[in-house]
């Protein structure tokens, strides 16, 4: 059983149809690229594979799941427990330390600070981080803000990871360093990801990489 499916999923913003029928399947460790021009329909297709939008129509299986079939407040459950999300612009909250941020989801999964912290310092010492713990986002770097996001959508063990052009924001030598972290965190935790990228050296590293052109998958 394929770990997501998605057929047929259209999407149109008043008369312009941004999505024109996308099919799509996934496998566990899996690290899928999706790659296009500007306006072609990446951030579009992102956000309704993370369910952060509805389709207009076309279903989405993520293990085995049926997504939109899910009403609003049962859906973001399910968004909370089985996907994880990173940005170009990490996104962390300036007021919490790199610890906490990374322990809000857990928190809102119901989770006990002393287990989401455990976890948490778990995480921040894969990435090399536990050091950082206590500092705020203001005392990181570019790299290291990006490597707490990635630590945040890790918290809650998701199914899947949705990165929208996740080192578009670093240098070449931090954006390296991130995306090898991608495919160490895929080869120890098994860990999928499906990342929207410009990077042709991430996409190029990348299981499988997807062209979108014009609101469909070139074949």
């Known amino acids: 059983m394929s770990l ?14 941004v999505l024109k029928g996308i099919d799509l399947r996934m ?6 690229s999706i790659v296009g021009k500007s306006g072609a329909g990446k951030t579009t297709l992102l956000q309704i594979l993370g369910t952060l939008d509805r ?26 427990k089985h996907i994880g999300f990173v940005f170009q612009f990490h996104q962390l909250l300036p007021e919490f330390t790199a610890l906490e ?22 995480l921040l010492g894969m990435l090399d981080l536990a050091e950082r713990a206590e500092h705020k986002p203001s005392e990181l770097s570019g790299g290291e803000q990006q490597r707490v996001a990635v630590a945040r959508s890790l918290i809650n063990d998701p199914a899947v990871v949705f990165a929208d052009e996740p080192s578009g924001n670093l240098d070449s030598a931090t954006a390296a360093a991130l995306h090898q972290l991608f495919f160490r965190l895929r080869d120890e935790l098994r860990q999928s990801f499906v990342i929207v990228t410009h ?7 990348t299981d499988r990489t997807l062209r ?8």
């Open 101 to 122: 941020n990374i322990c809000i989801p857990a928190f809102i999964a119901g989770k006990s600070k002393a287990d989401a912290s455990k976890r948490a310092m778990e």
């Open 199 to 205: 990077n042709d050296e991430l996409a190029a590293m």
């Open 55 to 80: 389709p207009d129509s076309g279903t989405i299986r993520l293990k085995d799941m049926d997504v939109f079939g899910q009403k609003d407040r049962k859906l973001s459950a399910f968004r909370n």
């Open 27 to 32: 496998e566990e460790a899996e690290i899928i």
């Open 4 to 17: 997501l499916v998605c057929e047929n999923l259209r999407k149109s913003y008043g008369s312009l149809e």
């Open 212 to 219: 979108i052109t014009d609101g469909r998958i070139a074949l």
